[in-house]
């Protein structure tokens, strides 16, 4: 019981890790570099194959640009209308950028349709 349990656990928080650095767009590869781990590593964890501590936890959580509690709530939603995600202050800073190029490119398309 308490085997499925911790297995259970692992399995959430690998799923978790991997939901995070997809959404960043971030690969397995970038992530074990931001943590000093190998990419294998990084892979076994989101499988849910390996026991993580603390520490990595807390270096994954770092490079993910998340609080480590983030790393262990629930994952799995019931239904695609209770699926929630958190921004991060990093996750505000990119659509701040992508909102800034959008806008770039509008103003270019405008001058180009005035001077034709």
Known sequence: MADDLQAEVRRQ???RVKQLRLL???SQEKLAELV???Y???G???RGEVNVGINTLTLIAAGLSVDLVNLVETVAPRS?????Y???QFDVEELQRVAQVVDRLKRRRTRRRKSD
Not at 80 to 84: F, L, N, V, W, Y
Request: proline share 0%; no cysteine; aromatic share 0%.
């Open 80 to 84: 695609r209308d209770d699926e929630t």
């Open 40 to 42: 294998k590593h990084i």
């Open 86 to 88: 958190t921004l991060t």
């Open 24 to 26: 960043r767009g971030m």
């Open 36 to 38: 000093g781990n190998q």
């Open 13 to 15: 928080i690998g799923r």
């Open 44 to 46: 076994q964890i989101e």
